[in-house]
């Protein structure tokens, strides 16, 4: 099965900030969008749209700011509404999406 | 729920501004060709599917049922595992410790949080906590008598300690009431816990 990146990337995080939210072992998404959202940065990583460590790095920064201007209880935390600001972000750096032609939402 | 649902206009009044986000970019990268709807789910699937407890449980739930992998498994779990082919890719050295009504296995990784995540999905926030890490060494029964797991007193309990070499998976005693049961009906009493040593099997019949 071709599922070396996807153990490499998901390995990556293991114990790490930026480490998906878990349900007795596997991934917990809390809406579809969620889990699209993953998805989607996942194969588009494995294409070499992106690095996957770039990402990362963006995902922890994006955090770090989150924690720094927020209290850790904040019910508003969402774990996937960062990783997709973060997705967006990767796109528009990377050409992929034209901001100012493309988000149509 | 579909995600090739093109009719945002109609949907708009019923999506949040995410769900919309999220739409506008997998149609983007659709029309663009970055991302097909099959590939996508495919990855989805992968961790969905391949990575989690249930892979450690139909390990468990072989060994339980066939002495003959039971053997291979004890000898070289790494071997007798890949001989599954459900498990992509077990990393490290696998060593599989057997739990009998003499001796209880608990698994601990001291140093970091070494973990068979192929087996047993992503680990628990606790495995890498420090009060677990040094109290399963020190303080083993106290451990699992705060997972609610009491132990007859001249039960021996065995602590593992993970390396980045040798990752170990427990496998647990065979439930009582459980004769006759398939693999599958088995694998489905495993728990994630029962794997690490700090918690038993589910009993037949308990809700899950």
Not at chain 1, 11 to 36: E, H, T, V
Not at chain 2, 17 to 24: M, Y
Not at chain 2, 36 to 60: M, W
Not at chain 2, 92 to 118: I, K
Request: charge should be negative; hydrophobic fraction near 40%.
């Amino acid at each position: 099965m071709q599922t070396n990146f996807e153990h490499f990337a998901l390995g990556s995080m293991l114990g790490k900030p930026d480490m998906p939210p878990k349900d007795n072992g596997s991934l917990c998404f809390g809406a579809p969008w969620q889990r699209q959202a993953f998805g989607i940065a996942l194969a588009l990583s494995k294409q070499g749209v992106f690095e996957w460590d770039d990402f990362r790095s963006e995902m922890i920064s994006s955090i770090a700011a989150w924690e720094a201007t927020h209290d850790k209880s904040d019910p508003s935390w969402d774990y996937y509404e960062i990783w997709l600001a973060v997705l967006e972000r990767m796109l528009h750096r990377s050409g992929v999406v034209d901001q100012s032609t493309d988000i149509v939402a | 729920m579909s995600p090739q649902d093109h009719h945002h206009d109609h949907d708009r009044s019923e999506l949040s501004e995410t769900e919309l986000r999220v739409r506008a970019l997998e149609t983007i990268l659709t029309e663009k060709g970055y991302v097909e709807s099959g590939a996508l789910d495919a990855i989805i699937q992968a961790y969905e599917t391949k990575i989690g407890p249930h892979n450690g449980a139909r390990v468990v739930a072989k060994a339980w049922t066939d002495p003959a992998f039971k053997k291979a498994l004890l000898e070289d779990g790494t071997k007798a595992v890949g001989t599954l082919g459900h498990v992509s890719r077990v990393g490290d050295h696998l060593v599989v410790v057997e739990n009998t009504s003499a001796r209880h296995n608990m698994v601990v990784c001291t140093l970091c949080s070494c973990y068979p995540w192929e087996l047993l999905g992503l680990p628990p926030v606790w495995y890498k906590s420090s009060p677990y890490r040094s109290r399963a060494v020190k303080d083993p029964r106290g451990v699992l008598a705060d997972f609610g797991v009491t132990l007859p007193k001249d039960t021996e309990i065995r602590v593992w300690d993970s390396t980045a070499e040798t990752r170990f998976l427990v496998l647990p005693m065979r439930p009582a009431g459980t004769e006759g049961f398939s693999e599958q009906q088995l694998a489905e009493l495993v728990t994630r816990d029962s794997m690490i040593g700090t918690g038993f099997p589910k009993a037949p019949g308990a809700a899950s």
